[in-house]
């Protein structure tokens, strides 16, 4: 194996893998277009779960301006509380994660999950709102 290989490899030191899910808004599902509005990520080894939510509103307009938008941002409130707090709270967070990025049919649907590696959860949740959300 090639220096190459090993600097990979210590590189990954220090990481552990996590998963995220894309918070979507789904205005008029037969239309099938959709809106990020935020992210999920849990992480088992570092015990976290974390979410960030922007609901852009001119922009969602574009896709549909009859959305009640009211619903909307409350529908997304809803999943950052159980993100953090309410009935599901004292569940564990991988339970939780699982609870939130349960498919739905509504207005507001989780994306696909997918997973990753990161030393710092935080700190890729903001970098994947940022790139993906933002």
Do not use: K
């Not at 290989?5 to 990481?15: C, D, Y």
């Not at 922009?59 to 959305?67: M, N, Q, Y």
């Not at 739905?104 to 030393?119: C, D, E, F, K």
Request: proline share 5%; aromatic share 6%.
């Amino acid at each position: 194996m090639g220096a190459e290989g090993i600097a990979s490899g210590e590189a990954l030191r220090g990481t552990e893998s996590f998963e995220y899910a894309l918070i979507r808004v789904v205005p008029r599902v037969e239309r099938g277009e959709a809106m990020n509005a935020g992210v999920i990520l849990y992480c088992q080894q570092h015990r976290y779960l974390g979410c960030r939510i922007f609901l852009n509103e001119d922009r969602l307009r574009v896709l549909d301006p009859t959305t009640d938008m009211d619903a909307v941002a409350a529908a997304l409130g809803a999943l950052e509380e159980g993100c953090r707090s309410g009935p599901a709270a004292e569940q564990s967070p991988g339970v939780r994660f699982r609870w939130l990025t349960a498919t739905r049919s509504t207005i507001v649907q989780p994306g696909p999950v997918h997973s990753g590696l990161t030393a710092d959860p935080a700190a890729e949740l903001d970098r994947l709102f940022n790139d993906l959300v933002r």
